[in-house]
């Protein structure tokens, strides 16, 4: 009997862990999955965020701004190579998201880029922050703070 409790206890316990890592929001045809940001080092004047942006609806919309208590400018960014260089750029029109399809913000790729931060992002911590859409408008979210060296696919997402 002692054993089952403690099992059901444990089990509970891996759902409520579950439930509270995972965070996601949801405004007209955009659906945003796990906002997510790297810790940075002391010093830092840069990071980045990341979320995985579905459109569910029937026609496009871009992502055309983004802001972060933590940054005093924010920038949505690509990184591409080219000519064999990896180059990192602003997307001064925004970034599209073709009618039902989905784009994933990830290291190495598209990104929100947080610059003059206002101090170390630190793992573990939360911050908030808005994604503004052409259609769907500003949506605002919680970004949780992962590892330096966090990658989208040993994260589960």
Not at 8 to 25: E, P
Request: aromatic share 8%; charged share 25%; net charge positive.
């Amino acid at each position: 009997m002692r054993f089952l409790f403690k099992l059901a206890f444990c089990a509970a316990l891996a759902l409520s862990a579950t439930a509270a890592s995972a965070h996601d929001y949801e405004k007209g045809s955009i659906f945003l999955d796990h906002p997510w940001s790297r810790a940075t080092p002391h010093g830092a004047t840069v990071g980045a965020g990341y979320v995985v942006i579905q459109n569910k609806g029937p026609s496009p919309d871009r992502l055309i701004g983004a802001s972060a208590e933590v940054a005093g400018r924010v920038e949505i960014h690509e990184m591409a190579m080219e000519l064999g260089i990896m180059k990192m750029r602003p997307l001064p029109r925004g970034l599209e998201i073709k009618a039902r399809a989905t784009a994933t913000l990830k290291p190495g790729g598209y990104h929100i880029m947080l610059m003059d931060l206002k101090r170390a992002l630190k793992e573990g911590e939360h911050f908030k922050g808005t994604l503004v859409f052409e259609k769907a408008g500003t949506i605002e979210v919680e970004f949780t703070v992962e590892g330096m060296g966090t990658q989208p696919n040993k994260r589960g997402h």
